[in-house]
């Protein structure tokens, strides 16, 4: 354990004396990557998952007719997806040798199922929307929460270090992933998307169990899953339970939770002392977890991914 050689409230301090257009890599990682923890990140990721598949067409990838690992391995793949995400929270920009590699691994892996799922590759709108929701998500769920979300110069930094990032990867042959002009262009952007772009898949709502159940199963015991389900499904709109067919918790669980989660964080941020040393992310998921046995709602989801078949106007229907 660090011994503590800064001021008891150093983080906002120092965000404050830097400057978003330079050091935006910095105040990225001072924002998000102290004050939080194993099983408040695995519960972010869980949710951008949920906000990913929305369209449907890159559920189908992760499914693979349920046998994809996302299904089968659910900790596997959680553990990769957090080992990706912690590279490029901690690095210090698209120049940094760790994150270049790390973006790169995830471009070879989908140019291998590019050429096995065509018909899933993502389109340019579904790469500029993941980049919008590395960047920008985390600020609108803590609206919904209740609290001030991003500061004006946590925004100017987010914005640049996740549009630099979006340079590394590649769509097809094209290099570079296209950005909105600033952090206000994202917001817009991330409406407009999940105003037009999401559609029900079954396979989606496969990925969206799945996740619920790899968070369940990693930091609750199985009679509080519910209480695992509640809390990650309380931080989603109505729109985006609507999307995977998911009914959220009751309205007075939803606020409640809601609300402790608004009270733990800013107790952290205000009065707790700032942590001097970045979350144990790596550590956290460095040893495998066991698979458990697939949940019911899991394999329901299957069950309902297997029974239909896509109809010539593009809706499902269900073979008798």
């Known amino acids: 354990m660090a011994t503590r050689e800064k001021p008891r409230k150093w983080i906002d301090a120092e965000i404050e004396a830097l400057d978003p257009d330079v050091d935006h890599a910095r105040i990225w990682q001072l924002g998000n990557a102290y004050r939080t923890s194993p099983m408040i990140l695995n519960m972010a990721v ?14 189908r990838t992760l499914v693979r007719g349920g046998t994809g690992k996302v299904v089968l391995h659910q900790q596997r793949r959680i553990e990769g ?42 389109d340019v709108r579904q790469y500029t929307y993941t980049i919008c929701v ?6 609108r769920v803590m609206q919904r929460l209740g609290l001030p979300g991003f500061s004006a110069k946590e925004q100017r930094a987010a914005h640049r270090h996740w549009s ?30 999940e105003r037009n772009d999401y559609s029900t898949a079954p396979e ?29 499904l309380s931080l989603a709109t109505p729109e985006l339970l609507a999307v995977h067919g998911l009914k959220g918790p009751r ?3 939803a606020r409640t939770l809601r609300r ?15 942590p001097v040393e970045v979350a144990p992310i790596r550590a956290a ?24 078949r896509p109809a010539p106007d593009g809706s499902t229907s269900t073979d008798v």
Not at 93 to 121: F, L
Not at 134 to 139: G, S, T
């Open 204 to 232: 989606s709502n496969v990925v969206a169990e799945a996740m619920l159940q790899q968070f369940c199963d990693r930091w609750f015991p199985r009679p509080l899953h519910g209480l695992g389900r509640a809390l990650v």
């Open 251 to 253: 309205p007075l669980v």
């Open 260 to 274: 402790t989660l608004r009270t733990l964080i800013t107790v952290q941020v205000r009065w707790a002392p700032d």
């Open 81 to 122: 997806t957090m080992r990706a995400v912690w590279t490029w929270y901690l690095g210090e920009g698209a120049h940094d040798p760790s994150v270049r590699e790390s973006v790169e691994q995830v471009n070879r892996q989908h140019d291998a199922w590019a050429g096995k799922y065509p018909d899933a590759i993502l």
């Open 46 to 59: 869980c949710h951008g998952f949920l906000r990913l598949v929305g369209p449907g067409s890159g559920a």
């Open 285 to 308: 998921f460095a040893e495998p977890r066991p698979e458990t046995p697939m949940g019911g709602r899991l394999k329901a989801a299957l069950s309902g991914m297997r029974g239909q």
């Open 164 to 193: 630099q990032i979006a340079g590394l990867f590649r769509i097809g042959s094209d290099q570079g992933v296209p950005v909105p002009a600033d952090f206000d262009g994202m917001l817009a952007f991330l409406a407009d998307f």
């Open 134 to 139: 590395l960047a920008a998500e985390p600020h």
